[in-house]
C-alpha cells in the first residue's frame, strides 16, 4: 500500500517550506540529496508530514519540514512545526534529574523511597534497593509492562506508581533490559519532590527557559490555542487518517514533551556542548558524562545490515551503540501517531532530530541510518528501502500468527454455561475493576478507558475483543469455573487474570 | 552565535558519487616485520625479567618467541614453550567449561547456583536466591574482592565459598562491577558438582587433551619435575627480586592455570574457529556466542589513550571496541606473573603475552602494539612508550602519598600497653586466625605463614613490615574496650579481628 504513489503527497512535498538561507558550502556537500531522499522516502511510506534539523558544530546546518501538518487542511509542516517527541522526553528527565545531583539534591546512587518514602514495588529487596539511576535505566526486572496503567486512564501519576507494586516482575532485578515507562515516571515524581516543584514547571523552567525552547511544552493540554501544530495520523491503506491527540499527561516524564525540528535543534546544542549552551552551563560536563555512559546492555547487536556495531547499551533516559568506530547517542519516541527520533555524535559534534506525524513508518529510524552513514563515511545504504522490506517481512509474520491463530481455534464448541453467568466485576489489584455484562447481542466487557467492548465466542470459554485497543488488535478473553462450575476468574492477555468479585452472600449484607 | 541556516541544493548525482566514493585499500606490509625488535626495546625499558609472545593469524600460529631470561640468577632464556602463570586468562576456561556443560543440557546459564550447590550462601538472601551462573562469571554479584579468604590460606575451595557468605556486599546486587574470583571458584565447583569431576581434571580432559596442549597445568605442584619454567619476579628498589611460585590451587578456576604461548596459541585458534580445533568440535557456536555477548557493563575504560568507548565483560572474559572492531581480551596477575590474552575474531586474530614480572604494563602495550599492526588504517603507536609514561606517573603518585602518610603520623605517641598486650590470638569469621606474638622484643603478625615485624607508628597502630617482597606494609589498629583491655585489631582490607580470649583457647578441641 505503501509504495503506490499518492498524489496528495506529491502535491504538498512541492509545497514544502522553503527555508532561506546560503548556497550549498564544501562543509554541507553530505546533505546535497537529503531532501530528495526525504521527500520519496516519505512517499513510500505513506507519512503525512515531517521535520527533520541537523546541527553541527555549534550551527544549525539544516532545518527543514515536509508534507502537511494534517492530512484534512493541507497546511504544511516547517521546522516550527510542534510534534510529539514521545519517549525522547525520558532524557530530559535524566537530564533534569542531573541538574538536581549537581545541586546536592539528589544523587544517581540514592533509593527512590528517600525522594517517594511511599514507592513501593512487588518485592522488598527491589523496593529498598531500587536508585534513582536504576529508574532512568530499564533494569527494573518488570519488563516492558504496566503501560496499560497509564495508556488511556484517569489514574494520576501518583496513582499509576502506587499500582505498579503490584507487577510481578518478569525477570530478576537488574537482569535484564526491560523498557519501563513507569520507572521513569517514577524518577519524574522524585524530580518533583527534590525540587518541590511539578515535573513540568522544572522542565519548563530549568530546560526550556535557558534552552530558548519557547514553544515546547509538556502537555497536549495547550496544544490546541497554539499555532503550528501537526496533526498525529494513522497509517491507512487509503493514506493517513487524522487521529486525535494522546493525553499522557499522568506518564509525562516518560514522554509528553511536545516540540519542533528548531527548537530541538537547541537541546541537540547543549547536549553536543556537553551541558552548555550559547557560553552558560546548564550542567556539570561529568553529569552528562554519566548520563550517556552504558548503564544496562540492551543486547548484543549481531546485525548483518551494521556489522560494524559491537555494543549497545542504555544510559540515563538515552540509547548508546558504537557504529562505524564512533559512539551512537540515540533515542526514539512514539505515542499515538507521532514518531520521532533524536541522535547525536558527540566525537563529530553532530545531531539530529527527526519529527513525523504518522504511525506506523520506519523512516524516523531509517532516515537517522541514513545519516549515520552520511556523516560517518564509508558504504551509505538505502536505509530506508531496507527498513520497508523489513516492515513488509515483519507484517507477513504478523498475518501468518493470525492465520496460525485461526487454524488453532478449536470448532464446534460452546460456552460451558449460559452467557449471564460471566457477568460480574472482576478485579486485580493494579488494574483495577473490569465488568462483563450480557447484552441482548452477547457479552461485552468493560475495563478503564474500554466500555462495552463486544466479545466474541472464540472458542471453549475463550473469547475475542477484536479490534479492540485493550492489549494489541486481538485481546483473549478467557474465563476459568471453579469445582462448583462458577466462573472465578478472567484472563485477559496482556494484563492478566482478573478475580471475580463474590457476590455477597444473601443475608450477610451489611446492616441488612 | 551565527545561526544560520543552510540549504543545499538537490543533485542525486552527488549523492551518487558519495556512494561510489570508497577507500582504496592500502599496501599489505607484514605486520610483525618489526615486533621483534621492538619487543627487545621494550623489555630493556620496562625491566622485565622475561616474557613470551604468541601470534596467531588465520588458524595458525606465526609468532611465537621468547625474550629475556626464565630466572635473573641463571639467566636461561625464555622461548616459546617456556612455562608461565596466565592468572585470570583462566577465568575464560571456566567459563567455557560450563559451556560445555550447557552444551549437553546439563547446566543452564541462568540456572541459579542453588540448583547445583545447595549448600551456596550469600549475605543477602535475596541474593542467594537469585545468583545465577552466569553472575558468577560476570562480576555482578556485588561483592568486592574478599581474596584474603583464599589468597595464602589453607582453605580449600569448598571452604573458601562457605566463608564468602560472611561478606557483606559493598554495592547492590548486580549495581555495580566487581571484581569476583570467589563467584569463579564457585563456578568451578559447580562443574566438580554436576560432572563429578574436578574442575582440573574437566579442564584437562575437555580442553587440554583435545587442544594438544600437554604441557599446560592446572597446578603448581608438578613445576619442580619440569624443565623450562619461568620464575616469578618482583621488582624491589628497581632490581629484580625472584619469589616463590605462588600456590593458588583453592582458586584453580579463577586463575591456575600454567601454560606458554604455543599452546596457547591452541585456544586461541579454538577461539577464532568458533569452538573447533583441527576439524574436531570443542564446544559449539552458540556457546563461544555467548561468552563473547556483552554482560555486564565495567564501567570506564582503564586509560582514556584507547579509542575505546564501550568496556564490558562477557563470560569469563572482558570485551571492548578499538578502532571500530570488538575485540575479547583479559589480563591475569599473580605473584611475579602477568599475563594478557585478546583476540579480534572479526580480523581472525589472536594475541597472548606471557611475562615473569611485576609490575608492568609491558604485556598490555605489546597486545595494542600488534593489534594496531593487523587493523587497516591504523599507524601503530609506540604503546610501550605510551604506557611506560603513565606507569612513572601513577609509582610518582604512590611515592607521593607515601609521603603524605608519613606526614599524618602523629609524633611522639606511644602505646597504651606494654607490648606483650597485644600479642595473642584474633579470629576474623572470614578470613580466618591471625596470631601476633612477641619476639625478640618486637610484634611479629602471623596469617597463614605471611609473616612480618610490626613497628609502632602511633598510638595503637601498628606498620606491618612484611617478609614477602611482594606484600606491601599494611597498618594494624588495636582496638579497647571499657576496661583498657585490647580486645581486636582492625586490618585494613579486611575488617575487625576479634580477641580469641584464653578461656575460649582453652576449650578449643
Known sequence: ?512 | MDRRIRRTLLTPVAILALCLASAVPGVAQDPLADLDRYVRQAREDWNVAGLAVGVVRHDSLVFARGFGARDVRTGEPVNGETLFAIGSNSKAWTALGLGILVDEGRVRWDDRVTDHLSWFQLYDPYVTREMTVRDLLTHRSGLSRGDAIWYGTPYDREEVIRRVRSLEPSWSFRSHYGYQNIMFITAGQIIESVTGMTWDRFIEERFFGPLGMDASVTSTDSLPTRGNVAQPHVIVDGELVPVPWRDIDNAGPAGSILSNVTEMGAWLRMQLAHGEFGRRRIVSDSVIEEQRTPQMIAGAAPDTLQPTHFYVYGLGIALKDYHGYKVVHHGGGIDGMLSQTAFVPELDLGVVVLTNTEPNNLHSALVNRILDAYIPGVEPRDWSALYLERFRRDQERADSLRQVREADRVPGTAPSHPLPAYAGTYEHEMYGPLTIELEQGALVFRRHGNRGVMVHWHYDTFRVDFDHPRESDNFLTFDLDRTGDVVSVEVPGMGVFQRVTEEEEGTDP
Open chain 1, 1 to 512: 500500500m505503501r509504495r503506490v504513489t499518492m498524489p496528495w503527497l506529491l502535491l504538498s512535498a512541492a509545497t514544502a517550506t522553503t527555508l532561506a538561507g546560503a548556497s550549498p558550502t564544501g562543509a554541507q556537500q553530505e546533505l546535497v540529496g537529503l531532501d530528495d531522499y526525504i521527500e520519496e522516502a516519505m512517499e513510500d511510506w505513506g507519512i503525512a508530514g515531517m521535520s527533520v534539523a541537523i546541527v553541527r558544530d555549534g550551527e544549525i546546518i539544516y532545518a527543514r519540514g515536509f508534507g502537511v501538518r494534517d492530512v484534512s487542511t493541507g497546511e504544511p509542516v516547517n521546522e516550527q512545526t510542534l510534534f510529539a517527541i514521545g519517549s525522547n522526553s525520558k532524557l530530559f528527565t535524566a537530564v533534569a534529574a542531573g541538574m538536581l545531583v549537581d545541586e546536592g539534591l539528589m544523587a544517581w546512587d540514592a533509593k527512590i523511597t528517600e525522594y517517594l518514602p511511599w514507592f513501593q514495588l512487588y518485592d522488598p529487596y527491589l523496593t529498598r534497593e531500587f536508585t534513582l539511576r536504576d529508574a532512568l535505566s530499564h533494569r527494573s526486572g518488570l519488563g516492558r509492562r504496566g503501560d496499560a496503567l497509564w495508556y488511556g486512564t484517569e489514574y494520576t501519576r501518583k496513582e499509576v506508581i502506587r499500582r505498579v507494586r503490584h507487577l510481578v516482575p518478569s525477570s530478576s532485578f537488574r537482569s535484564r533490559y526491560g523498557y519501563q515507562n513507569i520507572m521513569v515516571l517514577t524518577a519524574g515524581e522524585a524530580i518533583a519532590n527534590a525540587a518541590g516543584r511539578s515535573w513540568d514547571d522544572f522542565i519548563d523552567q530549568r530546560i526550556f527557559a535557558p534552552l530558548a525552547m519557547d514553544r515546547s511544552n509538556t502537555s497536549v493540554k495547550p496544544l490546541g490555542r497554539a499555532p503550528n501544530v501537526a496533526q498525529p495520523h494513522e497509517a491507512t491503506s487509503e493514506g493517513p487518517k487524522p487521529i486525535p491527540w494522546r493525553d499522557i499527561d499522568n506518564v509525562a516524564p516518560a514522554g509528553s514533551i511536545n516540540s519542533s525540528a528548531s527548537e530541538m535543534a537547541h537541546w541537540l546544542e547543549f547536549l553536543l556542548q556537553w551541558g552548555e549552551y550559547e557560553g552558560q552551563r546548564l550542567l556539570e560536563e561529568e553529569t552528562i558524562q554519566t548520563i550517556m555512559s552504558p548503564h544496562t546492555i540492551t543486547g548484543n547487536p549481531s546485525d548483518t545490515l551494521a556489522p560494524s556495531r559491537h555494543f549497545s547499551a542504555y544510559g540515563l533516559g538515552v540509547g548508546l551503540s558504537d557504529y562505524k568506530a564512533h559512539k551512537i547517542q540515540s533515542h526514539t519516541g512514539g505515542i499515538d501517531g507521532m514518531l520521532s527520533n533524536v541522535t547525536t555524535i558527540p566525537e563529530l559534534n553532530v545531531g539530529w532530530v527527526i519529527l513525523t506525524n504518522t504511525s506506523y513508518n520506519g523512516l524516523y529510524t531509517a532516515l537517522s541510518d541514513y545519516l549515520l552513514d552520511t556523516f560517518l563515511g564509508g558504504d551509505r545504504k538505502d536505509w530506508s528501502a531496507i527498513a520497508l522490506e523489513q516492515w513488509d517481512e515483519g507484517q507477513e509474520r504478523a498475518a501468518a500468527a493470525v492465520a496460525r491463530l485461526d487454524e488453532e481455534r478449536a470448532e464446534g464448541t460452546h460456552p460451558s454455561l449460559a452467557l449471564q453467568a460471566y457477568e460480574g466485576v472482576y478485579t486485580d489489584p493494579m488494574y483495577g475493576e473490569l465488568r462483563v455484562t450480557n447484552e441482548a447481542d452477547g457479552l461485552r466487557l468493560s475495563w478503564g478507558p474500554q466500555q462495552d467492548i463486544p466479545l466474541e465466542h472464540w472458542h471453549y470459554d475463550t473469547f475475542v475483543a477484536e479490534g479492540s485497543s485493550l492489549a494489541g488488535d486481538r485481546t483473549f478473553v478467557t474465563f476459568h469455573l471453579d469445582a462448583q462450575a462458577e466462573v472465578e476468574d478472567v484472563e485477559v492477555s496482556g494484563l492478566g487474570d482478573f478475580q471475580r468479585r463474590a457476590a455477597p452472600l444473601p443475608g450477610t449484607t451489611p446492616g441488612a
